[in-house]
């Protein structure tokens, strides 16, 4: 995957939620596209970081209601249910019930779920349940 830097939105920079990125990644894209802002970020799926899963966060300007989408899959497709990957075929991410959480708990979650979804592919689903119970 070609890394590349974006121009950024001055506008959705100083947005609560432009602002709230930044602190987690200073060097994620962030534009306005409508009444959302919307953030870019490259995540390692590898620890020599080889590999990047590509996420994208859509969020209302304040950063309260927030959700990622996956952009780019280092894995190529998904060979998993909904129910066993929390993947949308659409790129969305199941990171908890409901679907209204605020932009932090978006980012966090959805780092996590790369490390999640790194570990599923190489070692199975059911040892991921053994480590991480609640991915269901």
Request: hydrophobic share 40%; with cysteine.
């Amino acid at each position: 995957m070609k890394m590349f830097v974006l121009p950024q939105d001055s506008r959705a920079l100083m947005t609560k939620a432009g602002q709230i990125m930044k602190s987690y990644n200073p060097i994620a894209c962030i534009a306005i596209e409508g009444d959302r802002v919307i953030m870019i970020e490259d995540i390692p799926a590898n620890e020599e970081k080889t590999k990047f899963y590509r996420l994208e966060y859509r969020s209302n300007p304040q950063g309260t209601e927030a959700e990622a989408f996956l952009l780019y899959n280092p894995f190529g497709d998904n060979p998993f249910s909904f129910e066993e990957s929390h993947l949308r075929e659409d790129g969305w991410l199941c990171l908890a019930k409901g679907n209204k959480w605020p932009l932090e708990f978006v980012i966090q979650r959805a780092r996590f779920w790369c490390h999640c979804y790194t570990y599923l592919r190489q070692h199975g689903l059911e040892a991921l349940r053994r480590i991480v119970p609640e991915w269901g």
